[in-house]
């Protein structure tokens, strides 16, 4: 049976489990990372370190796989595509173009009827002080944001101090009355060909995930919806590979994407002791172009992630058989870094 082998660019959390779900179907993978410490070469097959920027480690990186993909989306898209004109890149560099930037992101949402938050482009003082109905609201920068980096909270208009660096761009969103998170997490293998695991509900901590579990407590129409857009947004992009949509709930129960990750998602990430298959097998089979197999729920499950020096206990704590622990090995521990996480099954 043909096999490629995969480029991955990234080395985080997620480029270490794509690379070890590959490793279970007999796809070898190599890794592009620009930190020499990524935790992703303890799991893939080799191993390139350099900027990626850098034509000559671009080269022997294309030069040594069939295909490539990417854990994050923070890269500029010049990169992709260059890649692109020698080796397949999946998700396609204009999907990730796309995403990368919350205003063509949110913009492409409402141009196929999707709901979201109010939001508008910012660049200036004076464009926020004429945009006072959009506050309270977030103020985000429109690329490289995460794990809420780059992103100001705006109570009142009076609130503002001058920290904010305008020599970037901003979007403005209106900030939503939250009562719950929740998201879908959907693989796309080609027209209409998808499978798709449930509703996810999250809980945010600081702005950075910390609970995730299925099944979601949400109504059925809610449900419904969510899916429904998710499967819209995954078609509509020509999407291939695994796509995560984040949706906030507001306390009247209306539906709003807040984003889509262009990537498997940590709120996915119990899909690999949930389901027969995880977020990250159908990620590399998708790509790959390989059998796509009907997945299905085995068993319902709860996420924790692990932030910063909680690893410590983690790394030290013994496991029930329904507990996992994931242990990203990281070099160093850092406050507000994903440093693993726990899902528990409920068998
Ligand atoms: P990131 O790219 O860092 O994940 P998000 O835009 O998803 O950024 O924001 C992170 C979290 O911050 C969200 O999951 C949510 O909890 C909160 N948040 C972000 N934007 C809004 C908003 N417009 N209204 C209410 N909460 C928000
Ligand atoms: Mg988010």
């Known amino acids: 049976m043909y096999r490629p082998t995969l480029g991955i660019i990234g080395g985080g959390q997620l480029g270490s489990l794509l690379a070890d779900a590959a490793k279970k179907i007999g796809i070898k993978t190599v890794i592009l990372?620009?930190?020499?410490n990524a935790p992703g070469k303890n799991f893939s097959s080799s191993f390139i370190y350099g900027n990626y920027d850098d034509q000559v480690i671009i080269d022997e990186f294309i030069n040594s796989v069939d295909l490539v993909t990417y854990e994050f989306e923070n890269i500029p898209f010049s990169i992709l595509k260059k890649i692109d004109e020698k080796k397949t890149?999946?998700?396609?560099?204009?999907?990730?173009?796309?995403?990368?930037n919350r205003l063509t992101e949110k913009d492409f949402l409402n141009k196929i009827n999707i709901q979201t938050t109010k939001y508008t482009s910012i660049n200036n003082i004076d464009e926020l002080k004429e945009n006072k109905n959009l506050i309270?609201?977030?103020?985000?920068t429109t690329t490289l944001g995460?794990?809420?980096?780059?992103?100001?909270k705006i109570n009142k208009f009076e609130d503002l101090n001058n920290n904010i660096n305008f020599n970037k761009k901003y979007i403005l969103?209106?900030?939503?009355?939250?009562?719950?998170?929740?998201?879908v997490v959907i693989t796309r293998f080609g027209h209409q060909k998808f499978e798709m695991y449930e509703p996810i509900e999250n809980v945010h901590e600081d702005q950075i995930l910390k609970h995730s579990k299925v099944p979601a407590?949400?109504?059925?129409?809610?449900?419904?919806?969510?899916?429904?857009?998710s499967t819209l947004i995954a078609e509509e992009l020509d999407y291939i590979g695994t796509l995560c949509v984040e949706f906030f709930i507001d306390k009247n129960d209306n539906l709003y994407v807040n984003e889509i990750a262009p990537r498997v998602?940590?709120?996915?990430?119990?899909?690999?002791?949930?389901?027969?298959?995880?977020?990250?097998e159908n990620h590399i089979r998708a790509v790959c172009g390989?059998?796509?197999?009907?997945t299905k729920k085995m068993f319902n499950a709860k996420m924790i992630n692990i932030i910063g020096d909680e690893i410590s206990f983690y790394r030290k704590k013994i496991y029930k058989n329904n507990e996992f622990f994931f242990d990203y090995l990281k070099k160093d521990i850092k406050n507000k870094r994903k440093m693993g996480h726990l899902t528990i099954i409920n068998k």
């Open 136 to 140: 309270p609201g977030l103020l985000k």
């Open 217 to 229: 407590e949400i109504s059925e129409k809610i449900r419904e919806k969510a899916v429904n857009w």
């Open 89 to 100: 890149v999946l998700p396609k560099p204009e999907v990730n173009n796309l995403i990368q």
């Open 265 to 280: 998602h940590n709120s996915g990430h119990l899909t690999i002791n949930s389901h027969n298959i995880s977020q990250f």
């Open 173 to 183: 969103e209106k900030l939503v009355n939250l009562k719950k998170e929740i998201s």
């Open 33 to 36: 990372s620009d930190d020499i």
């Open 290 to 294: 390989l059998e796509k197999i009907q």
């Open 146 to 152: 995460y794990d809420g980096k780059g992103q100001y």
